[in-house]
């Protein structure tokens, strides 16, 4: 069965970085973009970009170009977001999902479990 | 930016309950729209694609209409599983969009 397994939550000074990994399985890695999506505490939800895992790819969300990172591991299937130089407005849950790379219509139809991430000194 | 739009931002139903929801994107994207139900502290899960089409495991009564500007999302009769919040989403040109949200609340 499709699996999408996020890294465990983190807690992160603001400045610092922070990397999340998205280990997918039960489908052929390479047919499917990873898009990264986040959710600040009681807030809607919002998206930050995405990476083709057979091409290594990536078109990030203006808002996020200049401190996100997101690179993919064929070899073991699983996805990296990073995002850099931490505010406390990053404090946010992190999902990772997938899009397949030859829908017509796009749409995300499996996710991760979601990676809380907290930025606080 | 397309600007997606959601009404109500909550709302109160029973069980049994016919509950709309509509979503206006602030320009014309087609049937590129799709709906996720989230529940607390978990992950969105897709309801419906291109507009229309439900997705594989997703119960019936749930549907989605509409086209180029304006959507709904309809749960012909409410369920107690179905209190959630939902989420319309477009895809027609990035940056991808979401609605902000409407959330199902018990009566």
């Known amino acids: 069965q499709v699996q999408l397994v996020q890294s465990g939550a983190e807690l992160k000074e603001p400045g610092a970085s922070v990397t999340i990994s998205c280990k997918t399985s039960?489908?052929?890695?390479?047919?499917?973009?990873i898009h990264w999506v986040r959710q600040a505490p009681g807030q809607g939800l919002e998206w930050m970009g995405t990476?083709?895992?057979?091409?290594?790819?990536?078109s990030y969300a203006q808002k996020f170009q200049d401190r996100v990172t997101m690179t993919s591991d064929t070899s073991t299937s699983t996805v990296y977001m990073a995002l850099s130089s931490l505010r406390s407005e990053d404090t946010a849950f992190y999902f990772c999902?997938?899009?397949?790379?030859?829908?017509?219509?796009?749409?995300?139809?499996?996710w991760g479990q979601g990676t809380l991430v907290t930025v606080s000194s | 930016d397309i600007q997606m739009t959601q009404s109500p931002s909550s709302l109160s139903a029973s069980v049994g309950d016919r509950v709309t929801i509509t979503c206006r994107a602030s320009?014309?994207?087609?049937?590129?729209l799709n709906w996720y139900q989230q529940k607390l502290g978990k992950a969105p899960k897709l309801l419906i694609y291109?507009?229309?089409r439900l997705q594989s495991g997703v119960p019936s009564r749930f549907s989605g209409s509409g086209s180029g500007t304006d959507f709904t999302l309809t749960i012909s009769s409410l369920q107690p599983e179905d209190f959630a919040t939902y989420y319309c989403?477009?895809?027609?040109?990035?940056?991808?969009?979401f609605g902000g949200g409407t959330q199902v609340e018990i009566k």
């Open positions: 999902t997938r899009r397949a790379v030859f829908s017509l219509m796009p749409y995300f139809d499996y």
């Open positions: 039960g489908y052929t890695f390479t047919n499917y973009y």
């Open positions: 990476v083709n895992p057979s091409a290594a790819t990536t």
């Open positions: 320009q014309r994207i087609s049937s590129y």
């Open positions: 291109a507009a229309t």
């Open positions: 989403q477009q895809s027609y040109i990035s940056p991808l969009t």
